[in-house]
């Protein structure tokens, strides 16, 4: 059993069932962690209400048949507005498993005092928008980007309908 302690900060979580929680991580550590939390949803567990998204936590977690939260506490956040969770779920999305990445890490950490924002998180992430052209017309004003394909659009090709289901679409 390996044990870890790092500074992280809450993604998201969901119940999976009466007690536990599954809670995603972006740790300064692992990268990207998705772990469970036991009886995380006991009225009397001290621990729900750090595991809320946009909390950072430092973070005690075992690994043994996937990760198990032990512990943590609470000791920073970043305001919670509809875009910084939207952004919060966007890098949840965009990133994979135990891939730390120290100036993702650096961004997360420096939205707690601003808030987040797409553009240099793109940046980071490999798709950067200054780089990036219109999917359809080859324009570099872009301004949307579609997470599942990983491409960008103008606003002009945007607006002449294009069938990309509206919540697959970030405005940039
Ligand atoms: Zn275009």
């Not at 977690?61 to 939260?69: H, R, S, T, Y």
């Amino acid at each position: 059993m390996i044990e870890y302690s790092t500074k992280s900060l809450v993604l998201d979580e969901e119940n999976i069932n009466e007690l536990d929680k599954l809670v995603y991580l972006y740790t300064e550590e692992l990268g990207k962690v998705v772990a469970r939390a036991k009886s995380a949803r006991k009225i009397t567990s001290k621990l729900a209400a750090y595991l809320e998204p946009l909390n950072f936590i430092r973070v005690r977690l075992v690994e043994k048949n996937g990760f198990q939260i032990v512990d943590a506490l609470s000791f920073d956040k970043i305001a919670a507005s509809q875009q910084n969770l939207a952004i919060s779920q966007f890098i949840k999305e965009m990133t994979a498993e135990l891939q730390p990445d120290k100036k993702l890490w650096r961004f997360i950490r420096q939205s707690a005092e601003k808030n987040f924002s797409y553009r240099p998180l793109l940046k980071i992430l490999g798709f950067d928008p200054d780089f990036a052209r219109c999917h359809i017309c080859d324009s570099p004003s872009v301004v949307y980007f579609f997470k599942n394909d990983q491409i960008f659009f103008c606003q002009r090709c945007f607006l002449r309908g294009s069938k990309v289901p509206k919540d697959e679409i970030v405005l940039i």
